[in-house]
């Protein structure tokens, strides 16, 4: 893949819910795949902790980790401003050149522009397990993966340099090209 190729990724949310996303890589390398989401489709902002996270029209610059159980997304305003980091705790990633499947584990952990770090939808993940829309061995690694997040996310060596080094500017130049 290169600056100029698609991806379409299926986001799977137990028990049926499928979303599919179409955005561009702007970065390809073995340990992380970047892609630029434009104009994110949202009817109402997303508001964490009583801020815009996301908000229609928005671009998010998202940090793909081949074999990991989240991704990260570079979250900006419309006007991009940057609002934070977004960790998705998913299931490894399934790529097939152009097209991904993953599924939503639920846990997501928000990480703002000065550095705090917190866990969101516990009660949903909660909620899930209860109904058994994700068995137990997934559940323990999930809140694994939460937790390391979160952990090194308040020690300061999450996330990694290259989701800090990424500004959306730079993927849309990329993207342009």
């Known amino acids: 893949?290169?600056?100029?190729?698609?991806?379409?990724?299926?986001?799977?949310?137990?028990?049926?819910?499928?979303?599919?996303?179409?955005?561009?890589?702007?970065?390809?390398?073995?340990?992380?795949?970047?892609?630029?989401?434009?104009?994110?489709?949202?009817?109402?902002?997303?508001?964490?902790?009583?801020?815009?996270?996301?908000?229609?029209?928005?671009?998010?610059?998202?940090?793909t980790f081949p074999g990991a159980w989240h991704d990260i997304g570079s979250f900006h305003r419309e006007d991009g401003t940057f609002t934070g980091f977004y960790a998705n705790v998913i299931t490894p990633p399934k790529i097939e050149k152009h097209v991904w499947y993953t599924t939503d584990l639920y846990l997501d952990?928000?990480?703002?522009?000065?550095?705090?770090?917190?866990?969101?939808?516990?009660?949903?993940?909660?909620?899930?397990?209860?109904?058994?829309?994700?068995?137990?061995?997934?559940?323990?690694?999930?809140?694994e993966e939460a937790s390391r997040l979160l952990d090194e996310a308040r020690r300061g060596v999450w996330p990694p340099p290259i989701v800090r080094e990424w500004t959306l500017e730079q993927a849309q130049a990329i993207t342009i090209a």
């Open 1 to 63: 893949m290169t600056g100029s190729s698609q991806v379409r990724i299926h986001y799977r949310r137990p028990p049926d819910r499928e979303e599919i996303f179409h955005q561009r890589v702007v970065l390809e390398r073995q340990e992380v795949i970047v892609t630029l989401a434009e104009a994110i489709n949202l009817d109402i902002p997303m508001i964490i902790d009583g801020r815009v996270a996301l908000e229609p029209g928005s671009a998010v610059v998202w940090f």
């Open 109 to 143: 952990v928000w990480v703002t522009p000065n550095g705090t770090a917190k866990l969101l939808d516990e009660d949903e993940f909660e909620e899930a397990i209860s109904h058994r829309l994700i068995d137990q061995p997934t559940a323990d690694r999930a809140r």
